[in-house]
Nanobody, 123 residues
Framework: QVQLVESGGGLVQAGGSLRLSCAASGRTLSRYAMAWFRQAPGKEREFVAR????????AYADSVKGRFTISRDNAQNTVYLQMTSLKPEDTAVYYC????????????????WGQGTQVTVSS
């Protein structure tokens, strides 16, 4: 019922910038937050950034803090990830996810995921 579509990935040189977009469509019971995750070859999926849908509270992984900025457009049901000062280690498939629930510990649960968009940073 909920679809997430990422766009904006591509090839960029180290130190460059890239802006990812994630458009959400469909209906969900709750939209507590939207987030970006990434997964590099041979590595586990890792959290990148999150933004709450109501008050735009943000959180970032330490590895991207100060370089990446997550933002939202509620009217367009879109979340963005502005990436600057990109490093080769940022190379990964970036996934958009919708946090539509919370678990017993109060953590977001991500039940909807996009197909991912490839970001490749050359050295």
């Amino acid at each position: 019922q909920v679809q997430l579509v990422e766009s904006g990935g591509g090839l960029v040189q180290a130190g460059g910038s890239l802006r990812l977009s994630c458009a959400a469509s469909g209906r969900t019971l709750s939209r507590y937050a939207m987030a970006w995750f990434r997964q590099a070859p041979g590595k586990e999926r890792e959290f990148v950034a999150r933004i709450t849908w109501s008050v735009s509270r943000t959180a970032y992984a330490d590895s991207v803090k100060g370089r990446f900025t997550i933002s939202r457009d509620n009217a367009q049901n879109t979340v963005y990830l502005q990436m600057t000062s990109l490093k080769p280690e940022d190379t990964a498939v970036y996934y958009c996810a919708l946090g539509d629930a919370v678990n017993r510990l109060g953590n977001y649960e991500y039940h909807y995921w996009g197909q991912g968009t490839q970001v490749t940073v050359s050295s």
